[in-house]
């Protein structure tokens, strides 16, 4: 259910309270033994979200870099499990994210608006 209610928060563009719901989520996963592919899973989903969230609230995009950074590893993991490439859109919107967001760090303005 949280992950449902993190896609309709992030179509209704409400980063704060998916930032909250998303820290539920990675924190549920986290405790999930026995099974590397639920884990992996809802990681990766967790900070995504997180990731956008943060992302989306120009005060914390510098934390928004370490949570799709990390997505990204769970989706790593994942794809070290059984080679099931479920979050490429996710990925491919991470990549642009933090594109932008490592040039706005660097000053370069050509990659603003990559993640969109």
């Known amino acids: 259910m949280i992950g449902l209610r993190l896609e309709i928060l992030k179509d209704r ?3 704060t309270q998916a930032e909250r719901e998303a820290a539920e989520l990675i924190r549920r996963a986290e405790n999930i033994e026995n099974d590397g592919w639920q884990r992996a899973y809802h990681l990766t989903r967790g ?14 995009r510098g934390q928004a870099v370490e ?3 990390t997505a990204m590893r769970c989706d790593d993991e994942l794809c070290a499990i059984d080679d099931f490439h479920i979050f490429v859109p996710e990925r491919v919107a991470m990549v642009g994210y933090l594109r932008e967001l490592r040039g706005a760090a ?5 990659v603003v608006g990559a993640g969109e």
Do not use: H, N, T, V
Request: hydrophobic residues 30%; neutral net charge.
């Open 106 to 110: 660097s000053g370069d303005s050509s």
């Open 13 to 15: 563009g409400i980063p």
């Open 67 to 69: 949570s799709f950074e």
């Open 47 to 60: 900070w995504y979200f997180r990731g956008w969230a943060q992302y989306s609230m120009p005060g914390k």
